[in-house]
């Protein structure tokens, strides 16, 4: 593979990849609903954060909706560490797609 194809494919990823600073911002913002998950394309898990976020805070006013809360809480702050990874797992795989191999 030649050089000028390497750059091109590196511009084209650099242009097209998910910015972290909006993943952030969603995570931060929009705490516990997923947002940032959705927009970094993991779509099932996601949406799989809302539902419990949503069926958490219905059921809070009975008590046994906290647990719930908790636990999307704690994947939100363990998600906050992985969203530099899914970012880069995103970028390997349109190298991968556009026919760059690299890693």
Do not use: C
Not at 29 to 53: E, I, K, N, P, Q
Request: glycine residues 10%.
């Amino acid at each position: 593979m030649n050089t000028q194809r390497e750059l091109l494919i590196e511009q084209r990823v650099a242009n097209d990849a998910k910015s972290p600073l909006v993943a952030y911002l969603l995570a931060i913002l929009l705490w516990g609903f997923g947002a940032h998950r959705m927009y970094l394309g993991r779509w099932m898990s996601g949406l799989v954060m809302l539902g419990l976020s949503a069926m958490g805070w219905l059921l809070s006013p009975v008590l046994i909706g906290w647990p719930l809360v908790g636990l999307v809480w704690v994947w939100a702050v363990i998600d906050l560490f992985l969203i530099p990874g899914m970012i880069r797992e995103d970028k390997n795989e349109m190298r991968r797609q556009m026919g760059s191999g690299w890693r």
